[in-house]
């Protein structure tokens, strides 16, 4: 169990450490990103819709914010080939749940997590990977922003 706890930890920090580094430039398609981010955005979605929050101490929810802030970092500088296929990969991931009437509202936010420091969330995820727990609140660095970005996009999906 407690090795179990290493990896989803080690996970987060993958997700959190790509979402703002130089792994961002490994991203796979433009359709693979949107994919992951609309899957990401959906899980959020349901929990948010069914417990009005998202659960900072949830490592699930945790990964899944890192896959967009991930998803969001490939939308910085993108061509227009890789936006049109994030686009298409978004819907699909979504489950429909993002679908042609709201996606430009979706962009628009997921763009504006471009802008967002994620160093105090990258640092939470390095110290769960190292068995250390990090309390996640509101008044964290980063997440914020963060949140009222996916309530934007949670408002645009409804």
């Given at each position: 169990?407690?090795?179990?706890?290493?990896?989803?930890?080690?996970?987060?920090?993958?997700?959190?450490?790509?979402?703002?580094?130089?792994?961002?430039?490994?991203?796979a398609s433009g359709k693979?990103?949107?994919?992951?981010?609309?899957?990401?955005?959906?899980?959020?979605?349901?929990?948010?819709?069914?417990?009005?929050?998202?659960?900072?101490?949830?490592?699930?929810?945790?990964?899944?914010?890192?896959?967009?802030?991930?998803?969001?970092?490939?939308?910085?500088?993108?061509?227009?080939?890789?936006?049109?296929?994030?686009t298409s990969g978004l819907i699909e991931g979504s489950n429909q749940l993002v679908n042609n009437a709201n996606v430009a509202s979706v962009l628009t936010a997921l763009k504006s997590l471009s802008n967002v420091d994620t160093t105090a969330l990258t640092q939470a995820a390095e110290s769960a990977a190292q068995g250390t727990a990090t309390a996640l609140n509101n008044s964290t660095a980063g997440v914020t922003p963060t949140l009222s970005a996916l309530n934007n996009i949670f408002k645009a999906i409804q």
């Open positions: 169990m407690k090795a179990l706890k290493h990896i989803a930890a080690g996970l987060v920090a993958l997700m959190l450490l790509s979402s703002c580094s130089l792994l961002k430039n490994l991203t693979d990103s949107g994919t992951s981010t609309g899957g990401a955005l959906a899980a959020l979605y349901q929990i948010f819709k069914s417990s009005g929050a998202i659960d900072l101490g949830n490592l699930a929810n945790i990964i899944n914010i890192g896959k967009v802030l991930t998803g969001a970092s490939t939308l910085t500088n993108a061509t227009e080939s890789f936006a049109t296929d994030f």
